[in-house]
């Protein structure tokens, strides 16, 4: 391997409101400095951003567990988009290293994104599928935005979907991405996913997800990324 | 005419507001509204109000403006904001609604106020109407965080409805015109076994086919111009034969951007024959759309104004983006013929469909299901409250002929 960058990471909690717990850390890629996941990976050549990518989970799993993680609070970690469809392995190595380290498969969460999905279903279905059998859970990301939407949750069901932060921004009076979000709250219910509110900044946008019945949020409201660290959460009274 | 939109609201009373300055609030209101152009009403259920408000559009949004910052009110949702092509509010004149406690709790009392003042049945089948009857069905009640749904009364605006003019029937004649012509299927609106209008579909001069006639439009220009003469006959054909409902008009387009082109002509002929715009609804392909949706809502707000609906097609097909029902709602959508097929059988479908529909009817947009097979599909559609239908199974399409027979299965009819 060339010279890659350094790196680290932050993290940032969803958070389950009605039991008042944390349950999960999501792992954010920084520079050493806390530099942006973007300074990090724009650096990585083109050729090397897969086994990067691998190296990025196997890392942030070692961080988590130095700060705690145990299998009880679960651990978030994104996947590049097309990552499996490259290599059917890419999660081969985080799950090893979640072995190793005592964490099992059961409390890690693969974040993907919808043009990671939609890139080659079929395939993508197949792979992730195989991994299921470990009880590693996965969840679509900025679900909502992209062009995949709701057609995407006939062919595979994640365990959660994220929302997108557009649709999130302001939505307590924004009539369409009410209409929207009950429809996909509607369709996950039946499907037995659930709905994370991501991106939640304003106490409307908290309040209004709550009167719909979302527990799980994300957001710099309850808790701003902890460089380095599991920061505190603050809920809203 | 000046352009007009409609903006439509929900919001939730700060305080109980007793029957006096409700009272007193619509007197102001009207006062103001008539000096300002604006039409509509406003509707007060247990706490929550929903308002319409039509006008033209600085008006609108300045009073909107000036509504959305009284502190008798909070949580306000804009539901919808868009052209349209005349008001659905002559005036705007309120009555109160005189409700026995009995009906307080529930939302029959609103139900008896319309039946009352025959406000509502007099209403077209605009959005509108189907917001009403979403909000009737006890949607859009905004609230305030952490507020008791506030006392209970009834206000509502009586509404007279313009009832649009019918345009003396002239047909253009027809020379050098594509050798093609039509068949029409009909659309068919279950809750009432009516037929409420027709698909237009391009076939040879003999009803069959169309496809050796078409190919003979090699380049890009021919084809565009061969769909606007397309569309201009099928209006004109469907004038004649004396179209009453609506008449859907879908064409693949060679090039989104060569959609004004063809609406603007198909307008153009409506003008000329007997069919009126707001008879017309031009149906969209889904992917034709996702390549550039943002300037593909501007261009069909643009239009709305004439009174022309739209439809997309093949929604919940693969690049069905939520995106696009953000920044635009059309009047229906058409689903995907592969969720169609077998959703009787397939459960994830069957959860993704009930959401489309969820969010559909909170927007008073139509859902439509074509394609239809066989009548398991058509009874699951049927069971989940959709009420328009177009397939082979129920109405096949009829050669130059607006075909008024049905074949509804009977066990759909109980
Ligand atoms: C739910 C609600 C609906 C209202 N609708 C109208 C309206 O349609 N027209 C209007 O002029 N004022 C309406 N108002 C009152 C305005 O907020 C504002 O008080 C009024 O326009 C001020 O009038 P002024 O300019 O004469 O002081 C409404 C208030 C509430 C709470």
Redesign the pocket.
């Known amino acids: 391997m060339t010279l890659l960058p350094e790196f680290t990471f932050a993290f940032q909690p969803i958070v389950d409101v009605d039991l008042g717990e944390t349950i999960s850390q999501e792992a954010l890629v920084r520079g050493p400095n806390g530099e942006s996941a973007y300074s990090v990976l724009s650096s990585v050549c083109q050729s090397e951003l897969y086994a990067f990518d691998e190296e990025l989970r196997m890392a942030a799993l070692r961080l988590a567990c130095e700060l705690g993680a145990d299998g009880e609070v679960r651990v978030n970690l994104n996947l590049m988009p097309r990552a499996l469809e490259i290599s059917s392995g890419a999660l081969a190595s985080t799950l090893e290293t979640a072995a190793a380290i005592g964490i099992p498969p059961s409390a890690i969460t693969i974040e993907i994104t919808e043009s990671e999905i939609i890139g080659n279903l079929p395939r993508f279905v197949a792979v992730a599928n195989e991994y299921r059998s470990t009880g590693v859970r996965y969840a679509i990301d900025d679900f909502g935005a992209g062009y995949a939407g709701l057609n995407l949750l006939a062919e595979f069901q994640p365990d959660a979907i994220k929302l997108d932060r557009e649709l999130v921004r302001g939505i307590e009076k924004h009539g369409p991405r009410q209409a929207i979000v009950r429809g996909l709250e509607r369709t996950c219910e039946d499907l037995g996913i659930e709905v994370i509110a991501e991106g939640v900044e304003t106490e409307e946008e908290f309040w209004w997800f709550r009167s719909e019945g979302i527990d799980l949020f994300q957001g710099y409201l309850l808790a701003r990324p902890g460089f380095q660290q599991f920061p505190k959460v603050a809920f809203p009274t | 005419m000046s352009p007009l939109v409609h903006l439509i609201y929900s ?1 939730a009373a700060t305080k109980p507001l007793p029957r006096a300055e409700l009272v007193d ?1 619509l007197d ?2 009207r006062a ?2 008539s000096s300002l152009g ?1 039409t ?1 009403m ?1 509707l007060y259920v247990e706490g929550s ?1 929903l ?1 319409v ?1 039509e006008g033209e559009p600085h008006a609108v949004e300045e ?1 909107f403006d ?2 959305s910052g ?1 502190p ?2 909070g949580g306000v949702v804009t539901i919808i904001h868009e052209p349209i092509a005349k008001r659905d509010f002559g005036e705007w004149s309120m009555g109160l609604a005189d409700i026995s406690a009995d009906d307080l709790d529930s939302i029959v009392g609103l139900n008896d106020f319309f039946e009352m003042e025959s406000c509502f049945t007099d209403l077209d089948s605009g959005r509108t109407k189907k917001l009403l009857k979403a909000f009737r069905a006890g949607r859009w009640r905004s609230q305030i965080a952490g507020q008791q749904a506030a006392e209970v009364a009834s206000v509502a605006a009586k509404a007279t409805s313009a009832s649009s003019p019918s345009e003396a029937p002239v047909v253009q004649d027809e020379d050098e015109r594509p050798e093609i012509s039509f068949a029409f299927q009909p659309l068919v609106d279950l809750s009432n076994r009516t037929i409420t209008g027709y698909q237009a579909i391009v076939r040879s001069k003999e009803g069959e086919d169309p496809r050796e006639v078409l190919s003979r439009y090699a380049t890009e220009e021919g084809r565009v111009r061969m769909q606007i003469q397309s569309i201009e006959m099928a209006i004109g054909m469907a004038g004649r034969l004396g179209l009453t409902g609506g008449l859907t008009l879908s064409y693949p387009v060679p090039k989104i951007e060569e959609i004004p082109r063809i609406i603007d002509s198909a307008l153009q002929m409506a003008s000329r024959s007997s069919v009126s715009p707001s008879q017309l609804t031009f149906e969209v392909e889904q992917h034709d759309i996702g390549s550039n949706p943002s300037w593909f809502s501007a261009l069909i707000q643009e239009r709305r104004g004439a009174g022309l609906r739209f439809s997309i097609n093949g929604s919940g097909g693969s690049r069905f983006g939520l995106g696009l029902i953000d920044s635009f709602q059309p009047d229906s959508i058409a689903l995907s013929k592969n969720l169609v097929r077998g959703i009787e059988s397939h459960g994830a479908r069957q959860a993704m469909v009930r959401g489309m529909i969820q969010t559909c009817d909170d927007l008073g947009i139509d859902v439509i299901v074509k394609h239809l097979e066989t009548s398991a599909e058509l009874q699951w559609f049927h069971s989940e409250g959709v009420e328009l239908f177009q397939g082979d199974l129920i109405a096949g399409p009829a050669f130059e002929q607006l075909s008024t027979e049905m074949m509804l299965p009977s066990d759909v009819l109980q």
């Open positions: 919001s609030l102001r209101a103001k509204n604006i509509g406003l109000f308002q408000l009073l000036v509504i009284d008798r009110h």
